[in-house]
């Protein structure tokens, strides 16, 4: 069997599992599919799960800032100047090797608008799913090198 093939019934399992224990915790678990996919998105393994990561929180603390400073200017009707200046911001702050993944700000500003700015439970539930990344991308490695050998 080939590595792909190993990490994709690794991600099968662990998204299963997800799927279920989400629901039990009270995670949103479409949210943690983002994060997941943002794992693999990255470029996975360690400089992955640390640049999904921190581009998902980043992309949260955006999303909620466009959400505050638009309804404070909501009898103007000017949000869409905010959802402006903050998407600059999000794809600026690349500048940081950090935070040089710039579609992961998006994935957890998007993630975050989903769920009506609800942080405290997006926040998590990204971290779940690059959790389930990471752990389906080195699970389906350990196996494949195990039989390998």
């Known amino acids: 069997m080939d590595l792909f093939t190993l990490i994709a019934i690794s991600v099968g399992i662990y998204s299963g599992l997800w799927g279920f224990l989400s629901v039990k915790i009270g995670l949103i678990t479409w949210v943690g599919f983002i994060g997941c996919t943002s794992y693999f998105a990255s470029g996975g393994k360690r400089i992955g799960f640390k640049k999904s990561l921190f581009a998902n929180i980043t992309g ?35 500048r940081f090797k950090a935070l040089d993944f710039i579609p992961g700000a998006f994935l957890g500003a998007c993630s975050t608008f989903g769920v009506n700015g609800d942080f405290k439970i997006v926040i998590p539930s990204l971290i779940c799913g690059a959790i389930i990344g990471f752990a389906s991308d080195y699970t389906g490695e350990f196996i494949y090198k195990t039989i390998k050998k």
């Open 60 to 94: 949260v603390f955006w999303a909620v800032c466009i959400i505050f400073f638009s309804t404070k200017a909501l009898p103007f009707n000017i949000g869409y100047i905010f959802t402006g200046i903050f998407s600059f911001v999000m794809c600026y702050q690349a």
